[in-house]
């Protein structure tokens, strides 16, 4: 998918922060040459990883490492939860 679905596909995302995003390697598009031109080919996965990370960032505010940073350990573990409205509970 290129990059104008993605921004298609996540609200309030703009182009900038897309490239940026790519740039700073917290997204690895995979690279397509057309002609001479070289697009980035984002999968389905990396969306979601956009919209999670930019849903923190926008809403959160969040700095941008890392709301990539939850977004990738909550994919690893499930059982994690980016609910940020309530505090933990402490058993102290």
Not at 20 to 31: D, E, T
Not at 62 to 74: G, L, S
């Amino acid at each position: 998918m290129y990059a104008g679905e993605v921004l298609k596909r996540v609200h309030g995302l703009t182009n900038d922060k897309l490239t940026y995003f790519v740039r700073a390697g917290y997204v690895r598009a995979r690279r397509i040459k057309r002609k001479s031109l070289y697009f980035n080919d984002f999968s389905e996965k990396d969306v979601e990883v956009i919209r999670r990370a930019w849903e923190l960032i926008s809403k959160h505010d969040v700095r941008t490492r890392a709301a990539f940073e939850r977004v990738r350990k909550e994919a690893e573990d499930p059982q994690l939860t980016l609910n940020l409205r309530t505090p933990p509970n402490s058993s102290d």
